[in-house]
């Protein structure tokens, strides 16, 4: 499709009742798609549109929020293939209920609110923990109170030595988000998405420690010891960790240990961390 010419082309035989019909954009890619779509979208003719890379899946779907149809995407690469999957929020992770069996108050330390350029929902976090292996669902502050405004965009995730998981598989130290970085958005059936992060605060709090059982793994987590920090029930209900108390069950991520070299998983090396 080179010009308006093309798409007038297009409309004119949608309207003969075309059942679809696959879109190249060169040099443009944006603009073109969304004067086909805005003049298709109320036609019963299907937008098909070709991509080249993870990134134009993601942008050909999302364009004026309706997207094209389908996307047939050119590509020799299956990690590529899982990368455009991860862009469309179709990755899962399996969350387990694990059980609450120690909480103590550590002291100050430096936490890390990540504030993301996306509104979150409820259900939704990031996997956040002190080992690799055992991440915590830290829910996301949509929930307000009487004392404080929802903060849709943010997750006050933990201390900055704790992990998260990066939409690339690879963990990073919250201490290394930064503004312009991708992190994963989890919901409580662990759907993924990604969301790209708008800034990162770090600043001195009083903290808590917080560790989970499931199965032999055991995991912990150091969160500022606030109300409006919150994990999810397997229920889906959330619950303060100034409210937690043993016994109680939340949902995590949790597998058997694995080695880690700069983020990036070595599954045959051994590794304790405590």
Same mark, same amino acid.
Request: charged fraction near 25%; aromatic fraction near 6%.
């Given at each position: 499709?080179?010009?308006n ?5 297009? +409309?004119? +035989? ?6 679809f019909v ?32 993870p ?9 004026? !929020? ?14 590529e ?6 862009? +469309? ?5 399996e969350?387990?209920p694990a059980?609450?069996i120690?909480?103590?108050?550590v002291?100050?330390?430096e936490?890390?609110c990540?504030?993301?350029a ?15 292996? *055992?991440?915590f ?9 009487? *004392?404080?405004?929802?903060?849709? *965009?943010r ?16 963990t ?10 991708e ?5 409580s ?30 995991g912990?987590?150091?969160?500022q ?10 229920n889906?209900?959330?619950?303060s ?7 109680d ?6 597998k ?5 070299h ?6 045959d !090396?051994?590794i304790?961390e405590?």
């Amino acid at each position: 499709m080179l010009s308006n010419k093309d798409i007038e082309n297009i +409309l004119t +035989l949608a309207k003969k009742g075309l059942d679809f019909v696959i879109v190249e954009v060169k040099d443009w890619k944006i603009i073109p798609l969304e004067n086909i779509i805005a003049k298709l979208h109320k036609i019963n003719t299907k937008i098909f549109a070709i991509a080249n890379t993870p990134e134009e899946v993601r942008k050909m779907f999302s364009i004026l !929020e309706v997207g094209v149809d389908g996307v047939i995407f050119n590509t020799a690469s299956i990690n590529e293939v899982r990368e455009a999957m991860l862009y +469309l929020g179709t990755r899962n992770f399996e969350l387990k209920p694990a059980k609450i069996i120690e909480i103590k108050e550590v002291g100050d330390g430096e936490r890390v609110c990540v504030d993301t350029a996306s509104i979150l929902h409820k259900g939704e976090g990031m996997l956040i923990g002190s080992r690799s292996n *055992f991440l915590f669902l830290v829910h996301n502050e949509s929930v307000g109170s009487s *004392f404080t405004s929802p903060r849709p *965009f943010r997750v006050n995730a933990g201390a900055v030595h704790c992990y998260t998981l990066s939409p690339d598989g690879t963990t990073n130290y919250l201490s290394e988000v930064e503004t312009g970085a991708e992190v994963l958005i989890i919901n409580s059936k662990g759907n993924a998405r990604r969301a790209t992060v708008g800034r990162s605060k770090i600043e001195r709090r009083p903290m808590l420690m917080i560790k989970a059982v499931v199965g032999d793994e055991i995991g912990g987590i150091i969160a500022q010891d606030a109300e409006t920090i919150r994990f999810v029930r397997p229920n889906g209900q959330l619950v303060s960790v100034t409210h937690l108390k043993k016994g109680d069950i939340v949902m995590v991520h949790a597998k058997s240990a694995t080695g880690r070299h700069f983020g990036m998983e070595v599954s045959d !090396e051994y590794i304790l961390e405590k």
